[in-house]
Nanobody, 116 residues
Framework: VQLQASGGGLVQAGGSLRLSCAVS????????MGWYRQAPGKQRELVAD????????NYADSVKGRFIISRDNAKNTVYLQMNSLKPEDTAVYYC??????????WGQGTLVTVSS
């Protein structure tokens, strides 16, 4: 199982970016997918996650109201729409996929840089 993340880049404060993460092979059954981030010198933290069966979502307080996580189950892809970006959102963003009774997988990370 592989996760391919994309969509990072450089954006000015107040701007938007959309991250994507696709699981391959696409037929793999995934229970939950999420986005985490790690800023320099800090621990990796949960940004948002979403269950594939019920679409229940969970957000870090720091991104509530600004970020939206969504998924396309047919494509086994999760998205993170990031709006009103702040310099403190600068980090490497990783996607994660959880499989029931099997474990979890990480994507390779995509860098998001927000300039002030």
């Amino acid at each position: 199982v592989q996760l391919q993340a994309s969509g990072g880049g450089l954006v000015q404060a107040g701007g938007s970016l959309r991250l994507s993460c696709a699981v391959s092979p696409s037929a793999v059954s995934i229970r939950k997918m999420g986005w985490y981030r790690q800023a320099p010198g800090k621990q990796r933290e949960l940004v948002a996650d979403i269950t594939t069966s019920s679409s229940n979502t969970n957000y870090a307080d720091s991104v509530k109201g600004r970020f939206i996580i969504s998924r396309d189950n047919a494509k086994n892809t999760v998205y993170l729409q990031m709006n009103s970006l702040k310099p403190e959102d600068t980090a490497v963003y990783y996607c994660k996929a959880d499989r029931t009774l099997i474990g979890y997988y990480w994507g390779q990370g995509t860098l998001v840089t927000v300039s002030s």
